[in-house]
């Protein structure tokens, strides 16, 4: 991961890309989910709440809209970890705060890329309250 980053901040891909370079400059590569906590809570202020999510992931979860009013009714950091097609380990589902619903289609058929849901979970969640603090300002 370090090389892949390199190559895009101080590498050849960051003269091709400079927005690029410019997004990965701002990211810190760990070694472990517990490098990742430890690291937010020494930088923020109250404990850091886990929201984990995956397209396969079972049991008791919370929907985009709770989650939405969790976060906007509480306080602290909040770090979402989202598994791959292969899941997440049962240990860091089993620790995490909450579990978000999968982003289902409307077929048997459920296949997107990471980078979608996230793109998808990120406006579900805090999208729209992103856009009506534009609108107060």
């Known amino acids: 991961m370090r090389a892949i980053v390199g190559h895009w901040t101080s590498g050849a891909g960051g003269a091709l890309?400079?927005?690029?370079?410019e997004a990965l400059e701002a990211l810190e590569v760990a070694g472990s989910l517990a490098?990742?906590?430890e690291a937010i809570a020494r930088e923020e202020s109250g404990p850091v709440r886990t929201v984990v999510t995956g397209a396969r992931l079972g049991g008791s979860c919370v929907s985009h809209g709770q989650l939405r009013e969790i976060l906007e009714n509480g306080n602290g950091p909040t770090l979402f970890i989202f598994g791959t097609g292969w899941g997440l380990a049962g240990e860091i589902i089993e620790s995490s705060r909450y579990?978000?619903?999968?982003i289902c289609g409307t077929g048997t058929y459920n296949h997107l890329s990471v980078r979608s849901a996230v793109a998808i979970?990120?406006?579900r969640v805090v999208g729209r309250k992103m856009e009506v603090e534009k609108l107060k300002s």
């Open 121 to 123: 979970t990120l406006d």
């Open 35 to 37: 490098e990742v906590l």
């Open 17 to 21: 890309n400079p927005s690029r370079r």
């Open 99 to 102: 579990r978000l619903e999968p």
